[in-house]
T-cell receptor
Framework: ETGVTQSPTHLIKTRGQQVTLRCSSQ?????VSWYQQALGQGPQFIFQ???????GRGNFPPRFSGLQFPNYSSELNVNALELDDSALYLC????????????FGNGTRLTVT | KQEVTQIPAALSVPEGENLVLNCSFT??????LQWFRQDPGKGLTSLLL?????REQTSGRLNASLDKSSGRSTLYIAASQPGDSATYLC?????????FGTGTRLTVIP
């Protein structure tokens, strides 16, 4: 059983650019969620996908968007990057939405300059 | 909006001590409450998940309790070890969202 993997591990972008972060969930996990974690803070829920459809969203603007694919991979896209978008981005997968623990990847550290 | 608070923010204990970490939440309409540990610069590792219908869960030296009516959960760590040093986070799962606390940074001194 492989764990959750994220790529890239680190990324530096310039304000105004666009970025795509990738996540490969554990096989069989239908649910994937994405989080933004600023330094010294708890993760903030961005959104959740279940069977390729978004079914939950936190307090993030529309320039944060995502996709989930049938092969258990997913993407987080952020447009028009702002300096405050600098953070650790984490994805997590689970067997279902409410009864199974979350399995996290090690995250992508995004720096916006 | 759900708010999750963890107290204390940081804790240092000598090796071998038993300790309790606290988590409180404002909205009792949660499906489950999860506890995680996070090592510096890493992702989160799931420790325990308590369903809303349950009162506690145990795994090895860890025991987590849940009292939905009072909006509280505790994580009890028995016989702490230096390897337990990490940040511990609790999270409540609501309808299509999940709210984390800001964590308790635990240091176990050898």
């Amino acid at each position: 059983e492989t764990g959750v993997t994220q790529s890239p591990t680190h990324l530096i972008k310039t304000r105004g650019q666009q970025v795509t972060l990738r996540c490969s969930s554990q096989s069989g996990h239908n649910t994937v969620s994405w989080y933004q974690q600023a330094l010294g803070q708890g993760p903030q829920f961005i959104f959740q996908y279940y069977r390729e459809e978004e079914n939950g969203r936190g307090n993030f603007p529309p320039r944060f968007s995502g996709l989930q694919f049938p092969n258990y991979s997913s993407e987080l896209n952020v447009n028009a990057l702002e300096l405050d978008d600098s953070a650790l981005y984490l994805c997590a997968s689970s067997l279902d939405q409410y009864n199974s623990p979350l399995h996290f990847g090690n995250g992508t550290r995004l720096t916006v300059t | 909006k759900q708010e999750v608070t963890q107290i204390p923010a940081a804790l240092s204990v000598p090796e071998g001590e038993n300790l309790v970490l606290n988590c409180s939440f404002t909205d009792s309409a949660i499906y489950n409450l999860q506890w995680f540990r996070q090592d510096p610069g890493k992702g989160l590792t799931s420790l325990l998940l308590i369903q809303s219908s349950q009162r506690e869960q145990t795994s090895g030296r860890l025991n987590a309790s849940l009292d939905k009516s009072s909006g509280r959960s505790t994580l009890y760590i028995a016989a702490s070890q230096p390897g337990d040093s990490a940040t511990y986070l609790c999270a409540g799962t609501g309808a299509n969202n999940l709210f984390f606390g800001t964590g308790t940074r635990l240091t176990v001194i050898p």
